[in-house]
């Protein structure tokens, strides 16, 4: 399982409740990936996380974050 | 147009083009599939460049990575294995096993100096071959 978790289900709520698909729009990814992404299975590049992190515009550290 | 409708789009195209070569091959017509899977071919690009949404990202990058590792594996191992045995049974008194124990061991060879090479050349694109 990944070391690093996110608070994606959790952002997507608080941002009027937005779609697995609307938030892989804004992305720029997959409805799969962020699926994936929700249930730790996947980690996603940096550059994929500053993008999700932008489309909730916060930081990339409010959405990541690293339990080593 | 969504990944959904191209799918369906995608579909109807090939139901057509393999009924149009049913019926092309029942009146004896031979050629008219070749025209018919070019124009089924250029209408699923078009149609596929009007998909906006993303349908390949970064993970599905990092799948097919995985998976033509485990497949060069398995694949190289399994070819190998079958050569040496091929070639063990050509020794033993079956010398018509010969020619194939050879293509395979070389294929196994072969897939080997690809996995290599290719490996040099991402090396050297995504760097970190040489301290600077």
Redesign the interface.
Known sequence: MARISNNIRRLRFDNNEMTQEEL??KA???R??II?LEQGK?V??IE?GFRIARAFNVRLEDVFQYEG | MTFRAYRIVKFIIMLILVALTIVALDYGIAWIPIPAGLLAVIAMLLARRRVK????????Y?IANRASRFTFQVGATILAFIGVTLEALNRGGHPELHPYALTLIYSAIGLLVIYIFSTLYYSGKLGGGVEE
């Open positions: 892989a729009v720029g990814c997959t799969q990936t994936a996947y996603p590049s994929l | 949404e993303v349908v390949v990202d970064e993970r599905n990092a």
